[in-house]
Each structure stands twice: as C-alpha cells, then as structure tokens.
C-alpha cells in the first residue's frame, strides 16, 4: 500500500537528491507507489541506477542522475535534465545530508567545508533554481530535509547543526516571503534516523530512532497537506519543541540523562562508522 490515498500523486513529477540511500531511497519507493515520476540524484550514478530500477519496477519513470548539489551548475543541469526527460517539476525534496561527529575543534577544514556546501548550498541552489521554474506556474512544492538538530543543539555534530538550523531559517523566511505565490515550502525535521548516518552511534537513552519509512510517511503527508514543517518521531519532536521553553541549566542536566551530550563524541564506534566516513570523504 502506498502512502497517499486514491494515488494523489498520480502524474507527477518528484526529484530528491541524496535519493540513491537510506532515507532518499525510502522516499523515492514510497512516492513512485502513490504514482508519481521520480528523478534520482546523488554523487554516484550506480546508486542512482539501483534506486531507479526499483522504482521502475513499481511501474513508474525513473531518472537516475549523478551531481554535486552544492555546485550551481551541477545542480542547474540536473533540473534541467529533469524537464528534458519528464517536461516539469512537481516536488522537489532536497534531502542530501551528510553528518560526521566528533569535537569541533579537531574537525578537519575540508569536512566542514562539505558540510555547508552539500547540507546549506545544496538546499539553497536546489530552492532557488526549482522556485525559478515553479514560479511562473504558481503550483509546485519544496520540502527540505532539516533536523531536529536544527532546533536542539547536539554535542559533537556543531557544524551539522549549523547547517540545519540554517536549513530551517532559510526555509521558513522563504516559504513567508513566497506564501501567496502557489508555492509550497516546508521542512521536516527527523530525530536520530537509522541510516548510515547514525553508525556506529547508540542513540539517547529511553528513545528510539526513527525509520527511514516514517521520514518517507511524513514527508509525503506534507505534499498531501502541505504545512510548513513537520517533527518526527511525535515523541522526539514533542521533548525538542518543550525544550524551547526550560531554562537551559535544566535542558542541559536532560541532555546529561538522555545521554546525548557523550552520543556523538565519547559513545561513537569509530570502527563501526568508518565505511560512511570513507564514502562521504568521496562525496
């Protein structure tokens, strides 16, 4: 069973980037079951063709592409490609992120760098070229993936959280200055997902992570009922959004319990997390 009713997304058009793995794949598979196109984007094109045969053996058209979404123009020519092969855009879900840990201070220049150009530029990019078609259409929807992390600090991701409260700021000042304009922007904001980009770490303590499927299910239900963001898990989103209103000397003695001041930094199986470290280096 797909995840929309009556096959909402029948005839349409949705690119994600980072949609070869983990959570882009499970969002490509989940939107192709509801009917719609898909366009694959990630750095490696096998990963994009693997998820497209998938996709495609769902009964629907898949474009595989392979970019770097925080060069303007890799990301331009994939949009561009998009209209050669499908002759539109629907949704576009910039959801490619990557996430190393450890303390901020021994974090190497060119990892920070790849950091801001994938989490912050590759959603920026992404939204001003989509706007740019979407626009003279007045129809069309942008999700881009955030983070919890975007809303809480974590010890031990500083830059990643950077980038997602950045990927949150942005996203909210133009959904608000584009609200009339037939345009729909939103974020979601997933906790700890079981992807590789939580390997090797254990998670907080008396939480579970999220699937990969529930950031799939709620982003869909955002193209279906458009809002500007949604939290996932309810119970994780619920604890970030309270927080916003306990004094910080108490926020950070829950953390210590939680556990997630060590998750990231001192509680990190290295040896566990090394083949993600080694792909996103390539990234």
């Known amino acids: 069973m797909g995840f929309f009713s009556d096959n909402l997304l029948e005839g349409k ?46 009964g629907r058209k898949a474009m595989p592409y392979a970019c770097h979404v925080g060069h303007w123009d890799e990301l331009e020519g994939l949009i561009d490609a998009v209209y050669e092969c499908f002759g539109r855009l629907d949704v576009l879900i910039n959801n ?18 790849r950091q801001v150009e994938i989490n912050v530029l590759g959603v920026i990019f992404g939204t001003k070229i989509a706007l740019q078609r979407m626009l003279p259409r007045r129809r069309g929807h942008i999700i881009n993936t955030a983070s919890l992390a975007g809303e809480l600090p974590v010890p031990g991701l ?19 200055e584009y609200r009339r304009s037939g345009v729909n922007l939103s974020t979601v904001r997933p906790t700890f997902t079981n992807t590789e980009l939580v390997s090797g770490t254990s ?55 939680l556990g997630t001041d060590t998750v990231f930094l001192d509680r990190v199986d290295n040896e566990a997390r090394r083949a993600y470290l080694e792909r996103i280096e390539r990234s």
Not at 16 to 22: D, F, L
Not at 97 to 104: A, I
Not at 158 to 176: D, M, N, S
Not at 231 to 246: D, E, L, N, S
């Open 13 to 58: 058009v949705a690119l994600i980037t980072g949609g070869s793995r983990g959570l882009g794949r499970s969002m490509a598979l989940g939107l192709a079951e509801a009917g719609a196109d898909i366009a694959i984007a990630s750095r490696k094109l096998e990963s994009c063709e693997a998820t497209a045969h998938e996709v495609e053996s769902l």
């Open 96 to 113: 490619a992120g990557v996430m190393p840990t450890g303390h901020v201070h021994e974090e190497a220049d060119e990892v920070t760098r």
């Open 158 to 176: 500083a830059t990643y959280c950077g980038t997602k409260f950045a990927v949150i700021g942005f996203t909210e000042a133009a959904r608000q």
């Open 203 to 257: 998670g907080a303590k008396g939480m579970r992570n999220a699937e990969p499927q529930e950031i799939a299910r709620a982003t869909a239900a955002l193209i279906e009922r458009p809002q500007p963001f949604v939290r996932v898990t309810r119970v994780a989103g619920t604890m970030v959004a309270a927080m916003k209103f306990v004094p910080g000397r108490v926020a950070t003695q829950l953390g210590s319990m």
